[in-house]
């Protein structure tokens, strides 16, 4: 038997006697299990990853798992074969089904482990969402971390001004220089600190993300000035509904501004995959509205549409962002990178830059180099920072390198 065993976790049964729970992951993809293991050892959770369902059962019989992650593969029947041999097993545990294929295909499968008498969760498709994974720990009550039980309206976080805009670096790869930021918003809150969106955005209300989006979209405007002033890039851009590209009056917000507003200064807004691709010509009508500011759409989490967007002849789009489950181990051979590889060509194609988010590691780095990836944002440059943080470590990386004189 061979897994990777990232957290060694004592081999109790059920996790019980005090010890961390246990996931087992199943997926032939690398950088899939590699998202899903660092997402829940983040909240505590122990985990063992396999590359099929035959290591994963061998592990099984020595030690229990309180869920399993699984992708079946490409074959329906093969995938009704493995969940058929889950309950010949007798394995207990809920099951969480993840898949890129035809969601009715995947759906078929989970309702047949239900009738083989095996918890099946709702299906997850692929590319994956941290959130979405740190929800079903949350939903399973799995979580160890101290987020686990907090939740804060955002419409508490809004009137009680709770609310902050963070900056996480986008970093030019040709220059090798800081090219701008993406803003992240965050709660300040009296009592746990501070929060991360998933603890606030859960169930929000059109409304609330609406009086959100517009709040985010001023502090960035009014920060990008003293960006600028610093002599900081201030190339910004910030996540929105989809809601918002028809609520909000975007370019009175930018009109608003315009008087402190320098000419280097431009923002994008960006919108997921998911929301967006299926309505290109209200991407249109947007693009060409926000171009008469300086502004833009980026899309986001951009991986599954490819082949829909490579058969158009234009895109309204500034930057196509790559979506982190495939730029995790992107250095690798397999799907991860060839997706990698064609989203920038595909970019370049239509002459918009291509993104990298989610980039930890310096063999990714060096790999969407080689792709000729125009930009990128992860760990591996900086987390999303505080505003003044942000500034100071933005002219700490710009100041000009010196050589120390050696001894003699």
């Not at 101290?146 to 976080?157: G, I, M, Q, Y």
């Not at 500034?318 to 991860?336: F, H, M, P, Q, W």
Request: glycine fraction near 6%; charge should be neutral.
């Amino acid at each position: 038997m061979s897994s990777d065993v990232l957290v060694a976790a004592d081999r109790g049964a059920d996790g019980a006697d005090g010890a961390a729970p246990r996931c087992f992951i199943v997926d032939q993809e690398d950088a899939a299990r590699k998202l899903i293991a660092s997402t829940l050892t983040d909240v505590g959770i122990a985990v063992e990853q396999f590359r099929d369902v035959r290591e994963m059962l061998a592990a099984f019989t020595v030690a229990r798992a309180q869920v399993i992650f699984v992708d079946l593969g490409a074959s329906g029947n093969a995938a009704v074969e493995a969940i058929q041999t889950f309950a010949d097993m007798g394995i207990d545990c809920p099951i969480q089904l993840m898949s890129g294929l035809n969601a009715v295909l995947v759906e078929g499968i989970r309702k047949a482990g239900q009738d083989f008498g095996l918890t099946m969760l709702p299906a997850m498709a692929k590319p994956l969402r941290t959130n979405a994974i740190r929800e079903v720990a949350k939903e399973l009550g799995l979580r160890r971390d101290r987020l686990s039980s907090v939740h804060v309206s955002l419409s508490e976080a809004i009137a009680n001004n709770w609310l902050e805009v963070w900056y996480q670096p986008k970093i030019d790869l040709k220059k090798r220089t800081l090219f701008g930021a993406e803003a992240y918003v965050r709660i300040r809150h009296p009592e746990h600190g501070v929060l991360p969106p998933e603890t606030f955005l859960a169930g929000a209300k059109d409304d609330a993300l609406i009086v959100l989006t517009v709040h985010v979209l001023k502090a960035a405007l009014a920060d990008s000035v003293q960006f600028a002033e610093a002599g900081i890039p201030a190339h910004l851009s910030i996540n929105v509904p989809k809601a918002s590209l028809t609520k909000i009056p975007f370019g009175n917000v930018f009109m608003a501004h315009q008087q402190r507003r320098l000419k280097e200064n431009s923002f994008l807004l960006e919108i997921t995959e998911r929301d967006i691709i299926q309505d290109l010509a209200l991407a249109q009508r947007v693009a060409a509205e926000l171009s008469k500011y300086n502004a833009g759409l980026a899309v986001d989490n951009f991986g599954t549409e490819y082949a829909a967007l490579a058969r158009t002849t234009a895109l309204p789009f500034t930057e196509i962002k790559i979506d982190r489950s495939y730029v995790a181990n992107c250095n690798l051979e397999g799907v991860s990178r060839g997706i990698c590889a064609s989203v920038v060509e595909l970019a370049h194609k239509f002459g918009i830059r291509a993104v990298a988010e989610g980039v930890e590691t310096p063999k990714e780095l060096e790999a969407l180099q080689q792709m000729g990836c125009d930009l990128a944002q992860g760990y591996l440059f900086a987390r999303p920072l505080p505003r003044n943080e942000f500034i100071a470590l933005a002219q700490r990386r710009m100041k000009p390198r010196t050589t120390t004189p050696q001894a003699s």
